[in-house]
Every structure is written in structure tokens, then in C-alpha cells.
């Protein structure tokens, strides 16, 4: 079963302006992390924003917020005050329990495009 | 920052051959992880290794290999190519934090291309 789910295959924002990537999760543990990944055409995989599930706060990283809704298991990524370069693909991931369980679930990805 | 370092960035080669990619970790960063990620795909997890011991294994084939060494550098090994191992393989590296999940930090890829 897919564990994470973006549905948006492709989104578009005006320069500037704010975007939101969605992201719904599954699992049926307590404990669970939750990143957000770029991927520009270059191909690289560059790391942007975790929440852990026990963290109260919604996290944030500049420019990047995480909202996080535990209870309709969704974290879903604003961009607030988009560039051109941030136009890219966009994976949510999770990974679950605590230390050994390595396996981290990557969603399909959302692509997008920033119009200037 | 020093970040994840893979080689080569890109390999091709021709069916039934062999290939080894390489991957040097942060610095300090104890577990290692690899990632392959078809055209149009998301990144599919494949195995990692803590403290140079293997400590999960993924969707593998069994024509792979991988270990980390004693300077935690790793190296996945190929042999049998197929056409279809043609992707995008990652690295990526992380430190463990006591109870809070460790983030991943990704390397540039290697782009195989299998003939």
C-alpha cells in the first residue's frame, strides 16, 4: 500500500507569490519522521525540511513551513514567496519507528514550475 | 559544508558487464545508505549499512552487492547489468541522533546507463 501520497503530478505559482505541496502519509506508528526533498533537473536530492511526529510545532526553514495536521496525517510544504529557482520536483518522504528502521518511503513527487 | 561524495557521476556500460559506484559520507556521519531512482520515479530505498555492518535491506537485486568500509566510505557493485538498471543511484549519509530520526543528506547521484 502506498504509504505516501502527493497528488498533485505538477503545480504552477506566479513569482512571489506562496505555494502549498500536498502530502498525506499512512502508518500505524507513534513514532515517525517526515522530510521534504528538492530535486532541480540537475538531478540532485537536496534536503529542505523535517518534522517529527512528536514535535508540537510546525516546522519551518526559512522560506519553507511545514503544515503539519497529525490527526488527518498530512504535512503538507509552503513555499512562501516563490523564485524561479525553486522551480523543481518536490518528493515528500517519511520514515518510521526509531534509529535501525532505515527504510525511508518517497511519495511520486510533485513538479513545480515558477512563472515569472 | 563537506557534503555526500559519489563516483563516478556518471557510468556506462553494456549489458552483462559489471560497475561499482562509490560513495564517501559526511564527515562524522556513521550510516550509510543507497537509493535507486528510475526515469520518472521516486527513489526507491536499497540497502544501508550503520557502523559498517549491513542494517537494512531493501528492493536489492540479488546481483548487487554493497559494504562499508572501515573509513565508512561504501560501494555498491553491480554485476549482470541489465538494461533496466539504467537510473539514477544516490547515496545519501546521516549521523544518529539518540531517539530523534536522523535526517539523510544525498549525494549527487550517479547516472548508469546500461547499453
Known amino acids: 500500500a502506498q504509504k505516501i501520497t502527493q497528488t498533485q503530478p505538477g503545480m504552477f505559482v506566479q513569482e512571489k507569490e506562496a505555494v502549498t505541496l500536498d502530502c498525506t502519509y499512512d502508518?500505524?506508528?507513534?513514532?515517525?519522521?517526515l522530510f521534504w526533498y528538492k530535486q532541480p533537473s540537475s538531478g540532485e536530492m537536496i534536503f529542505l525540511i523535517y518534522?517529527?511526529?512528536?514535535?508540537?510545532q510546525n516546522a519551518t526553514e526559512g522560506r519553507y513551513s511545514l503544515n503539519f495536521q497529525k490527526a488527518r496525517k498530512s504535512a503538507n510544504l509552503v513555499i512562501s514567496a516563490s523564485q524561479l529557482g525553486d522551480s523543481a520536483m518536490y518528493f515528500c518522504?517519511?520514515?518510521?519507528?526509531?534509529?535501525?528502521?532505515?527504510?525511508?518511503?518517497f511519495g511520486a513527487g510533485t513538479r513545480l514550475t515558477v512563472k515569472p | 559544508a563537506a557534503g555526500v561524495i559519489q563516483s563516478p557521476r556518471h557510468l556506462i556500460k553494456e549489458k552483462r558487464e559489471t560497475a561499482t559506484l562509490k560513495c564517501y559520507p559526511i564527515p562524522r556521519h556513521d550510516t550509510v545508505y543507497w537509493y535507486q531512482q528510475g526515469p520518472g520515479q521516486d527513489p526507491q530505498f536499497l540497502i544501508s549499512f550503520y557502523e559498517k555492518m549491513q542494517s537494512d535491506k531493501g528492493s536489492i537485486p540479488d546481483r548487487f552487492s554493497a559494504q562499508q568500509f572501515s573509513d565508512y566510505h561504501s560501494e555498491l557493485n553491480m554485476s549482470s547489468l541489465e538494461l533496466g538498471d539504467s537510473a539514477l543511484y544516490f547515496c545519501?549519509?546521516?549521523?544518529?541522533?539518540?531517539?530523534?530520526?536522523?535526517?539523510?543528506?544525498f549525494g549527487p547521484g550517479t547516472r548508469l546507463l546500461v547499453l
Open positions: 518534522q517529527g511526529s512528536y514535535d508540537e
Open positions: 545519501a549519509s546521516s549521523a544518529r541522533q539518540g531517539a530523534r530520526l536522523e535526517t539523510q543528506y
Open positions: 502508518t500505524s506508528d507513534q513514532s515517525y519522521g
Open positions: 518522504a517519511m520514515r518510521e519507528g526509531l534509529g535501525n528502521n532505515n527504510d525511508m518511503r
